[in-house]
């Protein structure tokens, strides 16, 4: 596994065990306010829920925070249903505006990590696409934005898309779902959730590499 990887998976689990310790014992944030402040929409807080996940590529906002929101409002069953619906919709919504907005740039030229990436996804587009929202090192919106602006197809954008996004929808809810039940299931299951995203990119890049489709993570990326 590449060194930056490596050390972007430990930040990763640094900021989590942070936020965990910081709300602990400091901000002590009530989850159940929170929970009461999504639900206030009575039976419409699911679509309502699913609506503001699908308009977050627009306004650039982390998905991770609202992934957190959608377990702690939904809980551990009903949260990864909406989370995923939004989360898909709005990756479908932003590739569909952008490959409309930007159809006369499909053919621009891209230097550097940029170039890299858009070949890749036009040559093996399902594969690449599902690699790149399971390996957490390129942003969530800038692969529904370069695969919108590539060649490839919106059928193989949407099923890399929907089996990518799975591992990371299941341990974000699951985290946010233990903050309003803090049990040993809950922090048993997330452990587990997290310890299963976070191994899946190894996997990732041994089957990619059998593939002969090796991400290349030292490409030059001055310029996108």
Do not use: C
């Amino acid at each position: 596994m590449p060194a930056n990887l490596l050390v972007k998976i430990g930040l990763f689990v640094f900021l989590i065990g942070t936020g965990f310790y910081i709300n602990h014992y400091h901000i002590n944030i009530d989850p159940m306010r929170i929970q009461a402040a999504v639900l206030s929409f009575g039976i419409w807080a699911p679509l309502i829920f699913i609506l503001l996940f699908s308009l977050r590529p627009f306004v650039l906002f982390p998905a991770s925070v609202l992934a957190v929101a959608g377990g702690l409002a939904f809980g551990p069953f009903l949260g990864p249903v909406v989370t995923y619906t939004g989360s898909l919709t709005g990756a479908v919504l932003s590739f569909l505006l952008v490959r409309r907005l930007g159809s006369r740039f499909i053919q621009k030229s891209w230097r550097g990590r940029g170039k890299h990436i858009q070949k890749k996804i036009e040559d093996n587009g399902f594969f690449y696409i599902t690699a790149l929202r399971i390996i957490p090192v390129i942003n969530f919106d800038f692969v529904s934005y370069l695969s919108a602006l590539s060649r490839v197809s919106f059928n193989k954008y949407l099923a890399g898309t929907m089996v990518g996004i799975i591992p990371g929808t299941l341990a974000f809810n699951f985290l946010g779902a233990s903050f309003a039940e803090l049990n040993a299931w809950m922090i048993a299951v997330t452990a587990l959730l997290f310890a299963v995203a976070l191994g899946l990119p190894a996997i990732v890049l041994r089957v990619l590499k059998k593939r002969n489709l090796d991400i290349n993570f030292t490409a030059d990326n001055k310029r996108l």
